[in-house]
């Protein structure tokens, strides 16, 4: 039989944001050794148990930390920020900028005197942090069964960055007949989008998809669920040890995407698991 053809979405690990955190984290590490990053630096334990030995130590309350104190790119509530200063911390920002805007949009749009919809999951950091922008006065959906249940003439909409395009639409043209004025803000950043749309071209192609990343990141699971829509065999995993040689059985085309706060080394060591599979059984 012939080898496997393994195929990685086009866009897929690291997006800009992440990069951009990991970059500021490293740099501050590198004059202090000891900092504490406020809830884990990204959503993939992987890296934070790599980020711990360097020492960034997980805080779950500013109490806790010392020093200094990294922002994670979901960013935080401005009172945190309130907090920061009043303890007198060192704040290490590394809010992604698409968050930060989109923040800004739920300030806006809550003085602009909107009913605020969050399109998003609201135990999320990054959404809890958009309510906070919103003075606590937003109401956050996820579907457009919920989008069925507001009731206002004025609504203003925001979205999660990783939200996916087909559902911020569909709950959009649901709050569109609702309201007498809306105004909406497509905050789900280019990278969210691409690497959505990517992967579900080659759910399309692939007889089985792996999806790499943390089980506690928000845009790996949307991706999962994506390609559950065009792909027989989707498998979600954060490392290759979860791998099983019998998913591969009969398979031709493999394809491989992973989250955006998915290391590209992780990626790697699937890739090799794989292929390694692939000598086994063909
Ligand atoms: S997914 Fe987009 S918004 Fe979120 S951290 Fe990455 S670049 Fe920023």
């Not at 989707?234 to 040890?241: A, L, Q």
């Not at 998915?262 to 000598?279: F, G, K």
Request: glycine share 4%.
């Amino acid at each position: 039989m012939l080898p496997m053809k393994i195929r990685i979405a086009q866009n897929a690990g690291f997006c800009y944001g992440v990069r951009r955190a990991i970059k500021i984290a490293d740099e501050a590490l590198e004059k202090n050794k000891s900092i504490y990053s406020l809830g884990p630096i990204i959503h993939n334990p992987q890296v934070v148990s790599e980020y711990e030995k360097k020492g960034l130590k997980v805080v779950e309350s500013i109490d806790e930390a010392k020093n200094a104190i990294l922002i994670r790119s979901h960013g935080i509530p401005p009172q945190i920020y309130k907090l920061i200063n009043k303890k007198k911390l060192e704040c290490i920002d590394a809010t992604c900028p698409f968050v930060k805007e989109a923040q800004d949009y739920a300030k806006q749009l809550y003085e602009e005197g909107y009913f605020v919809v969050i399109i998003g999951d609201k135990n999320h950091p990054e959404v809890q942090a958009h309510i906070a922008y919103a003075n606590y006065q937003a109401q956050v959906i996820n579907s457009k069964e919920e989008a069925k249940n507001i009731q206002a003439q004025k609504i203003g909409v925001v979205s999660q960055t990783t939200q996916s395009v087909d559902n911020f639409v569909s709950i959009v043209s649901e709050l569109v007949k609702k309201a007498k004025e809306i105004r909406i803000f497509n905050t789900i950043c280019d990278a969210t989008e691409k690497r959505q749309e990517s992967a579900k071209e080659l759910a399309q192609i692939s007889d089985i998809m792996i999806v790499i990343g943390g089980k506690n990141s928000a845009n790996t699971r949307k991706l999962f669920e994506i390609c559950l829509n065009f792909c027989k065999k989707v498998y979600y995993i954060e490392t290759k040890e979860e791998l099983k040689k019998e998913w591969f059985y009969n398979v031709k085309n493999v394809g491989i995407t992973a989250g955006a706060s998915t290391p590209s080394w992780l990626i790697d060591d699937v890739i090799q698991a794989i292929e390694s599979i692939d000598n086994d059984i063909h």
